[in-house]
């Protein structure tokens, strides 16, 4: 077994304490490549924020877990050696058995979220305080889900979204000893987060989504004051990637994510982690199809993918200082 201590991560304990208090949200980067996360602890070591590394069981595969391992490790000694030692928590995010939990704690996780959202309530609890009962024997925290996210990201796929339940929250996190509840108040997964039906537009066409229902956090945060609250599905889709991707040759139709200033408001409450995996992938996408657009003989993926890094660290750069407020919190 691999301690996570021994890595040089840290659990979102004090992280979530912190963020709640300072009235900011914990940045959440999914990440699956070298680039990313070189673009992720840059980024988050430049602005100071602490910073959580998101990998779903998707992108576990697809790097395997040793080098997953490998590659946390070295981000600590990276952001060591840009001259800032900032928090840093490798999570995993969407888990959905026991047994899955348990070997990304053993690999050197310090946090895992265990979803039991799709499940009927009481196996919910039971699943989830299953895996709290194991990762806190070793100090690793756990978020749970209640309420289900529509939308498609990797492994996980809902048709349809259905709000948390106020009522319920209170009784689930005392019975699963849960450190950190997910919750579904209108955000969604993907680059497609609601239908044009859905949508109002704006005068230049531009499609805008329903307001997220803070009316719904408000009375959860009432139920379980203080308690820390996770959104996911929470990319914005920025306008510009979805252009840019388009006039090199792609096709996003129907792309809408969450306004920024939805997702500022709702860091300044008791949401202290926000998820953000769609817009690094738009951002990277956008960057390599300009390239390859513009300089059509080029094939060293150094001269693709070293752009493509640029792009996504600007993007979370921007984030952590003018959408979650974590800049200057490391």
């Known amino acids: 077994m691999t301690n996570y201590k021994d890595l040089g991560l ?20 999914n990440f699956n490549n070298l680039e990313q996360l070189q673009a992720i602890i840059q980024a988050c070591v430049e602005t100071k924020s602490p910073v959580i590394l998101q990998v779903s069981s998707g992108a576990r595969k697809y790097a395997n877990a040793n080098l997953l391992r490998n590659m946390a490790r070295g981000a600590v000694e ?41 499940l009927p ?24 889900e209640l309420g289900i996210l529509a939308g498609v990201e990797d492994d996980v796929s809902h048709e349809v979204s259905h709000y948390t339940m106020p009522e319920e929250v209170e009784d689930f996190v005392k019975k699963t000893g849960v450190d950190s509840l997910a919750i579904s108040i209108g955000t969604s997964h993907g680059r497609t987060k609601f239908t044009p039906e ?10 805008i989504p ?7 956090l408000e009375e959860i945060e009432k139920r379980i004051p203080g308690f820390p609250i996770v959104l996911h599905g929470s990319s914005s889709v920025p306008i510009k990637y979805v252009n840019m991707i388009e006039q090199y040759g792609g096709s996003l139709p129907n792309s809408v994510g969450i306004p920024e200033e939805q997702l500022r408001k709702a860091a300044k409450s008791a949401v202290c982690k926000i998820n953000i995996d769609s817009d690094g992938r738009l951002a990277m996408t956008a960057a390599i199809r300009k390239v390859l657009a513009e300089q059509p003989e080029e094939f060293d993926p150094r001269k693709y993918l070293g752009p493509a890094r640029e792009e996504l660290k600007e993007l979370y750069s921007h984030k952590n200082k003018n959408v979650l407020g974590s800049a200057n919190q490391a």
Not at 128 to 137: D, F, L, S
Not at 198 to 207: M, P, S
Not at 210 to 215: A, E, K, S, V
């Open 121 to 144: 309530y009481e196996e919910n609890v039971a699943l989830t305080k299953k895996v709290c009962e194991y990762a806190h024997k070793h100090d690793v925290t756990v978020e749970g």
């Open 198 to 207: 859905q949508c109002t537009k704006n005068a230049d066409g531009v499609l």
């Open 78 to 118: 990276y952001a060591h050696e840009l001259g800032f030692d900032i928090p840093i928590t490798l999570h995993l995010d969407h888990g959905d058995t026991f047994e899955l939990c348990k070997d990304c704690i053993e690999s050197g996780f310090s946090s895992v979220m265990i979803d039991g959202s799709h």
């Open 10 to 29: 840290v659990n979102t304990r004090d992280m979530f304490a912190k963020a709640i208090k300072g009235g900011y949200a914990i940045p959440a980067y």
């Open 210 to 216: 329903p307001p997220l229902r803070f009316d719904i």
